[in-house]
């Protein structure tokens, strides 16, 4: 199973290649959260398929930018971004058919 990329916030926001990517998918995460554990391994499961959208999580503990600026209010979260801004922040999700769905409806990178 392929592992999600890691990053913090500074990498995240410092990551070259960020304005060539139309849409990528940014998953954040709570170490003691177990409804976190269970997404992440959904959202392993939609990217070992292929065809979806770069994911990468971050802990939202060490994010307080982003927290701040995206609004997010609870984990676990995924913010699907188009050109670098949120344009669907998704708090349930539900299973590995909805975030494929979601993920490759994201188009290519």
Known sequence: MIAIRETDEKEWMRDELRPKRRREAVFFYTAMCGTCKVAERML???????????????NIHFAPHLRSAWQIASVPCLVLLKDGEPDQIVYSMESVGNLYRLLQAQGGT
């Open 44 to 58: 392993e499961v939609a990217e070992a398929t292929g065809g979806v959208v770069p994911i990468s999580k971050i």
